[in-house]
């Protein structure tokens, strides 16, 4: 599992230099969920899986640019999914943009992950890694200049914030979606949402509270964020630090998954917040 995580962490200032320096226009190819692919999700994917693919712990790994789940060693112990580049199109905004990544044990389903963490790319090169159930995501920072990851500390949620990060298009919400996030915004909850999965959950772990929301809506009726490489590794990372994720009932890393590419509704923050989605915003009809 280490050789695993520490390959990403080797990996990462690599691809902060491909961002940097890459080729980011669009090619004509899109990738299973339809997203017009840059030439950095190719050339990022490719790197990520010659990495990947010498580690003999690991026997399968699984790109969100790739249709299919590619056999890397029938001996290996461990199955990896990630998104080399989550959130690439923003790129060209100079947004910050973030690669995730799930390590699962016998097959690729939320009750097999077994760790889990990110790269964020932004004004700083980070990492934050989930190794187990039992302990807090550890926070890193990587040091140009040293070439060293420098541990900033653990990351846990408190009971309750007031960051309020509300993904998909308003116009296709639903009513009670709606007045879900109205409701916290009545409360006094901020609008911090970039349009990276990445960036934005990492802001609410690093302020240690609040919600972000991707549900179902009219034009993404099971959601839009991939169960194997977005949701359930950040479920994971939520649920160690202390917070809670959801599809606006059932916990995310219960659900059953039927296909490689499949997506769910999901929410992840602290206790509080999660608690008043589950009431099924019955506050909202009032
Ligand atoms: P929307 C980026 O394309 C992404 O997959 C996630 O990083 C992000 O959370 C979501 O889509 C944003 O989607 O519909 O709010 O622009």
Redesign the pocket.
């Known amino acids: 599992m280490q050789t695993i995580l520490d390959c990403f962490a080797s990996l990462a200032p690599k691809i902060q230099e491909l961002i940097i320096f890459g080729e980011t226009s669009y090619t004509s190819h899109t990738n299973q969920s339809g997203d017009i692919q840059l030439a950095l999700d190719i050339q990022s994917d490719v790197f990520i899986q010659e990495q990947l693919s010498a580690l003999p712990s690991i026997k399968a790994i699984f790109s969100e640019e790739k249709e299919d789940i590619f056999t890397t060693n029938p001996n290996g112990k461990y199955l990896v999914a990630y998104d080399p580049i ?2 690439s ?1 923003l790129i060209g905004g100079n947004l910050s943009v973030g690669t995730i990544f799930g390590i699962y044990e016998e097959s690729f389903e939320g009750k097999n992950l077994k760790a889990s963490g990110y790269i964020l790319y932004g004004p700083r090169l980070e990492m934050v890694v989930a190794k187990d159930k039992d302990s807090l995501p550890l926070h890193s920072r990587y040091n140009p200049k040293t070439k060293k990851w420098d541990i900033q500390g653990e990351l846990t949620l408190e009971n309750q914030g007031n960051i309020n990060a509300t ?3 308003q116009k296709f919400w639903s009513k009670e979606h709606k007045a879900m996030v109205e409701h916290f915004f009545s409360l006094g909850y901020r609008l911090r949402y970039s ?4 960036p ?1 959950l990492h802001q609410i772990l690093i302020k240690k509270g609040g919600i972000f929301s ?1 549900p179902s809506t009219q034009d993404h009726p099971n959601g ?2 991939r169960k194997l490489f ?1 949701v359930f590794p950040f479920a994971f990372v939520f649920e160690c630090a202390g917070g809670e994720a959801i599809d606006g009932e059932r916990r995310l890393l219960d659900l059953p998954i039927s296909h490689s590419h499949e997506t769910s509704a999901c929410y992840f923050g602290s206790k509080n917040e999660i608690e008043l989605i589950k009431k099924g915003f019955s506050y909202a009809r009032k």
């Open positions: 989550d959130g199109s993904g998909g298009s349009g990276g999965m990445v934005d991707y839009k964020l977005e």
